[in-house]
């Protein structure tokens, strides 16, 4: 199953203009253990998905009063600074949508 | 204990609007107050650097009219946090100058308070010495030559120049760069009630009803704090707020969701329980404010970065787009071997090619693809707009007949939809100061300034 299959709510914005922070969101409780339990979102996994040093991951939080997992990592540049490609963060989280989520 | 606040949130940013059906439901629960956040540094570096508004003027206005309208006749005070976008001198009297307008429409006149948040250079400059600057984050340590290219250094303030405001009888409060959830949490702050509960509250109320579902930026939102917790509810009767929507909205442009910090402190999470009342509303306790030792404010600043042009084209031969990558490299040493007189250091040369990576850079994963067409953004940033603009057509000129191995297409390697084809944008910037300063009182940084304004 794909990642896209399992959450309800897959995104990436700016947490200030020098980290990029990823949400992904679950409906229900069970749905949200599952991706927690297959570490497809881990800190190493992450690093090597966007090609860069897993000391840029900054965080890996499974926040369960929103049944979510946040991932924030360092900005490449600072929002809007020479050779930005998106000022507000929001479309860098499409190579998560289709992350193998094993059965 | 029956005693409650309530806070009417019309809108997530100043200017992007509300249906007055929502407005008016909201009115209708008799709040304590109206507050919005018009500000952020989402949009990015230009608009702090340059003193003007990502916001549009009438929008802003059409906003205002609506809540100090609905403020003065309610006799309930009417808060606006970051004016003009960002909250600098400029942005504050850019909004000053719509809300005298709105009065002056209304006639009627007003107590406003207006906060100023500038941080003159000399005094962070001073506290860089002191010791007392720190980077917030993953971002370069602060040097005086940062300080002092800045057009703008601005001070996120908290709740208690707002509250000063307040007391002073203020019935609007407009401030330059402010903590998002102080306007929303000084009306339930200065009434007694916790502040951990209030600022959690106005986290959440400063997007408005963009922690409903369905969610959306432009639609209202009505909180209400007491002794144990507090209540959301959005206002309009599409939308509902839900323990995941009001949850979720914790996260949003966050690092951690657990520890939010803020000026004097960090909201804890940790003990956070989220209820279902009814189909419409949650409720919120257990929210806990751990005071830092030493209050701390959060300084942002831009910094010219140089002047920009741009040209756009579009390019569809596939045996170019085969060799893109080689031929723009070509096609930049041309540029610097043709004006040898340019140092290299006073100029940026970019290539953004759409359809492959253009979206993601250094980021994409999925390098490989070939796409059928691509777009092209030939952009420059140099020390002088002239010399962004030789870059630019130079580099555009030299692309369009470049001689590639293996061209059939002679006539032209570029597809442009515009004439002229390149844009000359004036000056950009680039964040300079996001770095946090202890201070010795929450309210020095801030200067208020309380006038009639108005009809006379």
Redo the contacts between chains.
Sequence with gaps: MKLSDLAT?IRS???????L?F?V?F?THDDFERAVKSEVLSANKFAA????PVS?V??V?E?E????I?V?I???R???????????GA??H??LLSLDIPD | MNHSISILSPTAILGYGFPESSFEAGLARNPDAIAVDAGSTDPGPYYLGSGESFTNREAVKRDLTLMIKAGLEREIPVLIGTAGGSGARPHLQWCLEVIDEVLCDLNRNARVAEIASDQDQDSVINALHAGRISALGPVPQLTEEAITNSTYIVAQMGVEPVIDALEQGAQIVVTGRCYDPAVFAAVPIRAGLSEALSLHMGKILECAAIAAVPGSGSDCMLGVVDASGFTLEALSSERRCTVTSVAAHTLYEKTDPRFLPGPGGVLDLTACHFEQLDERRVRVTGTQLQKSERYTIKLEGSQPAGFRTISIAGIRAPDLIEQLDAVLLAVRERVFTNFQSIDQADVQLLFRVYGKNGVMGELEPCREQLPHEVGLVIEVVAKTQSLADTVCSFARSTLLHFGYPGRQSTAGNLAFPYSPSDISHGVVYEFSVYHLMTVDDPLSPFPIQIKVRGVT
């Design positions: 709510v914005k700016n947490a200030g203009p020098f980290e922070t949400d969101l409906a998905l966007f090609h860069i840029d900054l965080s939080v926040f009063p929103a049944l979510a946040k924030t360092k900005r490449a600072s929002s809007g600074a020479f050779g930005e490609t998106d000022v507000y479309q860098q499409a190579p």
